[in-house]
């Protein structure tokens, strides 16, 4: 198996988008404790990635997920999830009662780690692909919604109303169990979309 990892050069173009986002998204916030929370992930990420590299790159598509991610995740930092002005539209436009732009985000956060464990799994040899790739990336994805949910459930417990853009329910008793279905929806659709490209990137023959 030989990977085409991303160039230095998409490393830095998209190191500069990512940079040029968060520097948008940090001026004048609607929150600034929301913005922290929301946005926290992204630099965790970034130095993850810079403390791979002289060992492991990701693929081109797996890197330029990671970015809209970190885009997704900033802009609903920047504005709260529930206040994304397009989605405010769109909620009007079709008569709906909520702003479902952290559906988007959390469809992202099923979508994004799918590919990026699929990665990581084949490269490491730790499973061959089929079924049992399935299944399992689509389990590690299904444990990162849940852990991100018991982040929201800490935040909750221990900032009060401080957190509640944050948790962005926006009224919805079942805000839990949506996020994380959505995030499942998007682990499928990734696997089967995308599955067959990232294959012929990762250098997998069927």
């Not at 990336?137 to 018991?150: G, R």
Request: include cysteine; charged fraction near 15%; aromatic fraction near 12%.
């Amino acid at each position: 198996m030989t990977p085409r990892v991303a160039s230095p050069a998409l490393h830095a173009a998209l190191l500069a988008f990512v940079a040029a986002v968060m520097a948008w998204s940090a001026i004048h916030p609607r929150d600034y404790f929301t913005w922290v929370l929301e946005v926290a992930p992204v630099p965790i990420a970034l130095a993850a990635i810079a403390v791979a590299w002289p060992r492991w790159r990701f693929t081109s598509l797996v890197l330029v997920l990671i970015a809209i991610h970190a885009a997704i995740l900033m802009v609903g930092g920047k504005y709260t999830y529930a206040h994304v002005p397009l989605f405010d539209w769109i909620r009007d436009a079709i008569g709906g009662t909520r702003n479902d732009y952290d559906r988007l985000g959390h469809f992202a956060q099923g979508f994004v780690p799918a590919l990026a464990a699929r990665e990581i799994l084949l490269r490491r040899r730790v499973v061959r692909p089929g079924p049992w790739l399935f299944f399992l990336v689509t389990c590690v994805c299904l444990a990162v919604s849940a852990a991100y949910e018991l982040v929201e459930w800490a935040a909750a417990m221990t900032s009060g109303e401080a957190a509640d853009a944050f948790l962005g329910t926006q009224g919805d008793s079942w805000d839990t169990q949506w996020d994380m279905f959505t995030a499942l929806c998007g682990a499928l659709i990734a696997q089967v979309s995308l599955g067959r490209a990232h294959d012929r990137l990762l250098g997998v023959h069927p």
